[in-house]
């Protein structure tokens, strides 16, 4: 059985976690193709999609909101997985809940086996003018709230859903 573990990514955290995430299903003998978003991948090639976007002011990147809606027809005939991955997340008033998450899977007509939200970075030096100012001016913490060690509990949990 072959994974898709396709993502969409601006600053690079969300491809961090795509990738401990691809080491984890291979580790429960999953074989999987790790592809950026800008590379167009065809999901009809494969037997399951895991789909990882980074979290952009309260929307999933363009790039897999637009692949997901060109794709969906193909997402929904296979077991299909969903992750974000914001600073925001790593808020405990949120409750592992997302916006922008629930917002991009209301749009779909899919009923994805998993999904979960990932706490990501927010790192000045790698946002836009416009998105530090803004990020300053609400007072947004900023760092790596990354939890890899999740990403791979994550990984065990949904390697049996993805094998369907």
């Known amino acids: 059985m072959t994974v898709l573990v396709a993502y969409a990514t601006h600053s690079g955290a969300t491809r961090t976690l795509a990738e401990t995430l691809q080491d984890a299903l291979r580790a429960e003998g999953l074989e999987t193709d790790l592809v950026d978003l800008e590379e167009s991948p065809d999901p009809a090639r494969y037997e399951a999609v895991v789909l990882g976007s980074g979290v952009r002011i309260e929307a999933v990147e363009k790039t897999a909101a637009s692949w997901a809606r060109a794709h969906e027809g193909e997402l929904a005939r296979r077991p299909f997985a969903f992750f974000s991955c914001s600073g925001s997340a790593a808020d405990p008033a949120k ?26 970075w927010v790192l000045m030096d790698r946002l836009p003018l416009r998105e530090r100012v803004l990020l300053t001016s609400l007072r947004t913490p900023t760092g790596d709230f990354r939890d890899l060690p999740a990403v791979t509990a994550w990984g065990r949990e949904i390697a049996p859903l993805l094998r369907g």
């Open 95 to 120: 409750g592992g809940r997302q916006k922008a998450t629930d917002a991009f899977l209301a749009a779909l007509c899919l009923t994805p086996v998993a999904v979960r939200n990932f706490p990501g």
